[in-house]
T-cell receptor
C-alpha cells in the first residue's frame, strides 16, 4: 500500500521463543522507525534509525533488539517476551529525520502466550 | 510521553454528515499531522499543517490549527462508510527531538 512492507503479519510465540520481525521500505528513505501500539494506549516510539545508525532508543527492554543492516531494511529481534508485549508492531520510514511525513507498514500483530 | 489528545474518543455519525475531531497539545510545535488507521492496519498520513499555517484543505478534509489555544481540528465533510477508521493527531515539538508524538486517537464510525 505505502511502499513499506512488514512480515510476518501475524505472529504467535511462547515466552521462551526467539523470533524476528522484518520491515522493508521501497521508498528510498533514510530514516526508519519501530513503534508499538497496544490497546487503548498511544503509539509508542521504540527505536529510530537514520542512515543505518540508531539515533533513539526509548527505554525499551533489552528483550527487544533492533537491527538495521541497510537503509531499506529494519529488523526487530524478539526473545523471552512477556504476555504484556502482545501488541501491533508498526514500522515506518521517512525521507530523513525531522519534520517530515512518516509512511507506515501494515504492522505485525504479535501475541505472546 | 503523550503530547496530543484527541476528542472525542469515539464518534458515530450517519453517512453524508460531517465529522469533526479535535486535538489538543501541550508544548510549542513545529508542525501537526493527522493520520488515519483502519482496524488493525498501519497508519496513513492525511495532512500536515505547519505552525505558521491556520487552515489547510485536502479533498474532503479540512484541518485548522490554533497555536494560541494549542489545538487543531480535523473536519471530514460528506462522510462515507469508508471513512470509518481511527484518526490520530501527531505533533513534532519545536526545538525538541525530531520525532512524532501521537495521541490516543478518535474512533470514527460512519453508518450507511
Amino acid at each position: 500500500e505505502t511502499g513499506v512492507t512488514q512480515t510476518p503479519r501475524h505472529l504467535v510465540m511462547g515466552m521462551t521463543n526467539k523470533k524476528s520481525l522484518k520491515c522493508e521500505q521501497h521508498l528510498g528513505h533514510n530514516a526508519m522507525y519501530w513503534y508499538k501500539q497496544s490497546a487503548k494506549k498511544p503509539l509508542e516510539l521504540m527505536f529510530v534509525y537514520s542512515l543505518e545508525e540508531r539515533v533513539e532508543n526509548n527505554s525499551v527492554p533489552s528483550r527487544f533488539s533492533p537491527e538495521c543492516p541497510n537503509s531499506s531494511h529494519l529488523f526487530l529481534h524478539l526473545h523471552t517476551l512477556q504476555p504484556e508485549d502482545s501488541a501491533l508492531y508498526l514500522c515506518a520510514s521517512s525521507q530523513d529525520l525531522g519534520v517530515t511525513t512518516q509512511y507506515f507498514g501494515p504492522g505485525t500483530r504479535l501475541t505472546v502466550l | 510521553s503523550q503530547q496530543g489528545e484527541e476528542d472525542p474518543q469515539a464518534l458515530s455519525i450517519q453517512e453524508g454528515e460531517n465529522a469533526t475531531m479535535n486535538c489538543s497539545y501541550k508544548t510549542s510545535i513545529n508542525n501537526l499531522q493527522w493520520y488515519r488507521q483502519n482496524s488493525g492496519r498501519g497508519l496513513v498520513h492525511l495532512i500536515l499543517i505547519r505552525s505558521n499555517e491556520r487552515e489547510k484543505h485536502s479533498g474532503r478534509l479540512r484541518v485548522t490549527l490554533d497555536t494560541s489555544k494549542k489545538s487543531s481540528s480535523l473536519l471530514i465533510t460528506a462522510s462515507r462508510a469508508a471513512d470509518t477508521a481511527s484518526y490520530f493527531c501527531a505533533t513534532v515539538t519545536q526545538g525538541g527531538s525530531e520525532k512524532l508524538v501521537f495521541g490516543k486517537g478518535t474512533k470514527l464510525t460512519v453508518n450507511p
